[in-house]
């Protein structure tokens, strides 16, 4: 691809991506939103059985979390 192309390709993408992130409406805002509670609350749950729990235990369930709504958590965790 030549550098004209790549130019107006990226000029194309960029403003598709505009128009997509414009027209979010408040339907898709607010799953998100509601999403992000659900998740706290489920991390709360999880560090208010710090007395049950070991530290490596409690960071294994948060990472399952994060894992449920395909929240990246690096690779520092993967021991599979």
Known sequence: ?????RELLTYV?????QNVLADIDDKII???HS???EIL????????????LSD???IEKIVVIFEKYN???GSCHDFG
Do not use: G, R
């Open 1 to 5: 691809m030549n550098s004209i192309s």
């Open 13 to 17: 993408i960029k403003n598709e991506v």
């Open 30 to 32: 607010n799953k998100v």
């Open 35 to 37: 999403l992000s509670t």
């Open 41 to 52: 609350e489920d991390i709360k749950t999880v560090l208010s059985q710090h007395y049950k």
């Open 56 to 58: 490596f235990e409690m």
């Open 71 to 73: 929240i990246d958590c």
